[in-house]
């Protein structure tokens, strides 16, 4: 019985067994790199495939290297961002952790203010499958002792503007700018703790 999840259009019959050039294997290479860059791979599974692309000597040995990467028909495709701007409301969002931590994820409400406070607790932000009030966020954070992390769509523009004080504020490396997106402002204070922003990883998206 043939598995569902193997593509069909590799094998011998399709070239499958062809030998992969140096271009082939630096096409892989290329393609690792950017889904890397954009948080779909660590930098220690890039790497582990990179070193098995070098070694590829067929088309076989390099499909498997990207195939939950791309989609049978191109690059995977963005997850649909959902805005409800007719019913945003003026009243910011509260979330709170104190000596707890605090997770919002999947389908939540997103509203154009934030205020975030973690003081000896951590606070985790999945906005990959939310609805948003507005095009334009505003996250006012303040953290001691503690951490935040939020986790924004691919295309979002987030402008960082949190002063660390034994601390730090990290925009990960993130996808391009896509006006599709939303734009994230982070401000506020982070002491003896962390608040970091990046978009998802490949495991986030198999869940």
Known sequence: MSNPLEPSDVGPAAGGDLTASDADRGHVISLLNAAQ????????????????ARLAETFDDL????RDL???T???AR??????????????????????????KHTWRVRRNTSILAMFGGVELD?????FE??????????????????VPPGTEVDSQVMAVFGGADVRKLTPPDGSAPRLVVKGFCGFGG??????????RRH
């Open 134 to 151: 507005a095009h334009e966020l505003t996250f006012n954070v303040f953290c001691l002792f503690g951490g935040v992390e939020v986790v």
């Open 37 to 52: 860059a954009e948080g779909r791979l660590t930098p220690v599974e890039r790497d582990q495939r990179i070193a098995a």
């Open 79 to 104: 997850p649909v961002v959902t805005y409800d701007e007719a019913n945003a409301t003026d009243a910011a969002d509260q979330i709170v952790a104190i000596f707890a931590g605090t997770t919002r």
């Open 70 to 72: 791309v989609s049978p």
């Open 74 to 76: 191109g690059p995977a």
């Open 63 to 66: 499909v498997p290297l990207t």
């Open 127 to 131: 906005l990959t499958r939310a609805t």
């Open 195 to 204: 608040v970091e922003v990046r978009n998802p990883k490949a495991r986030d």
